[in-house]
């Protein structure tokens, strides 16, 4: 589980690399207002890695990794 921005940043590098990645959300939305993302699976040739959007993330670097991949 990605937690902390340490393990974020370690990630970042794996999945700038990865020839393939696939990504899956999973979001409070049911009963919740205003909606949330609540867990983060992305997926690659080196397996998979969940991560905590509730921890306090700053997402943008992981955002930025994943626009390269279009």
Do not use: R
């Amino acid at each position: 589980m990605i937690d902390t921005e340490a393990k974020l940043a370690d990630f970042l590098s794996m999945l700038k690399a990865a020839t393939w990645i696939a990504v899956d959300t999973e979001a409070d939305s049911l009963h919740a207002y205003p909606e949330k993302v609540c867990l983060i699976q992305i997926s690659t040739i080196a397996g998979d890695e969940l991560i905590d959007p509730l921890a306090g993330l700053n997402l943008d670097p992981l955002l930025e990794a994943l626009a390269t991949h279009v």
